[in-house]
């Protein structure tokens, strides 16, 4: 059964920073994209940041480019969420998420997710 | 990026009804969308995948369909369990997106 859970979340003030994890089993880690998505508190969601199998393919969406860096340790079967400069627009729940994956190219479709880790940004 | 819009927002319906959900692309994704359903309190569940596929345990009830811009989620026959939001999500351009989600309500 595929596992997923996410650590890290927690209180910060605006401007500080906060690393999240992600510890997965239950599959073939190293085989498989992996992925954040987050949640704002009765919102949509909104995909954060995308990490190929072997780390060599990265993606960030607009709005968290150039402050947040997705990482993964394939070794402890663990994905991670360095966030720097925190904003109150960053509040939300941090979902780890699995790659389907399948395709010849770029990252797909979210078949397994976490529990999810609350970020709340306030001073 | 894409601009997913689904509709409507709410839809208000009784169990044993079908229920229609529209999500519209801002551009062509060719048929790379897909279909979560999200419960109160818990992470979303991937239902259908590449438009019309369904995923692993999803009942038949539930199907997919479109191309290009325009996409339907179909539920046959609403079942008690079935009321919850649902979001579309692209991956045909780059970044993925999701739409902004419909709930489908006890009437």
């Known amino acids: 059964e595929v596992q997923l859970v996410e650590s890290g979340g927690g209180l910060v003030q605006p401007g500080r920073s906060l690393r999240l994890s992600c510890s997965a089993s239950g599959f073939s880690f190293d085989d498989h994209d992996m992925h954040w998505v987050r949640q704002p508190p009765g919102k949509g969601l909104e995909w954060v940041s995308g990490?190929?199998?072997?780390?060599?393919?990265?993606g960030y969406a607009d709005s968290v480019k150039g402050r947040f860096t997705i990482s993964r340790d394939n070794a402890k079967k663990s994905l991670y969420l360095q966030m720097n400069s925190l904003t109150t627009e960053d509040t939300a729940l941090y979902y780890c998420?699995?790659?389907?994956?399948?395709?010849?190219?770029?990252?797909?479709?979210?078949?397994?997710w976490g529990q999810g880790t609350l970020v709340t940004v306030s001073s | 990026d894409i601009v997913l819009t689904q509709s409507p927002a709410t839809l208000s319906l009784s169990p044993g009804e079908r229920a229609t959900l529209s999500c519209r692309a801002s551009r062509s994704v060719s048929s790379y969308l897909a279909w979560y359903q999200q419960k109160p309190g818990l992470a979303p569940r991937l239902l259908i995948y590449?438009?019309?596929n369904r995923a692993t345990g999803i009942p038949a009830r539930f199907s997919g369909s479109g191309s290009g811009t325009d996409f339907t989620l179909t539920i046959t026959r609403l079942e008690p369990e079935d009321f919850a939001v649902y979001y579309c999500?692209?991956?045909?351009?780059?970044?993925?997106?999701f739409g902004g989600g419909t709930k489908v309500e006890i009437k």
């Open positions: 998420a699995k790659d389907m994956g399948g395709y010849s190219y770029g990252f797909s479709w979210f078949d397994s």
């Open positions: 590449d438009a019309s």
């Open positions: 990490i190929s199998w072997g780390g060599g393919s990265i």
């Open positions: 999500q692209q991956r045909g351009n780059w970044p993925l997106t």
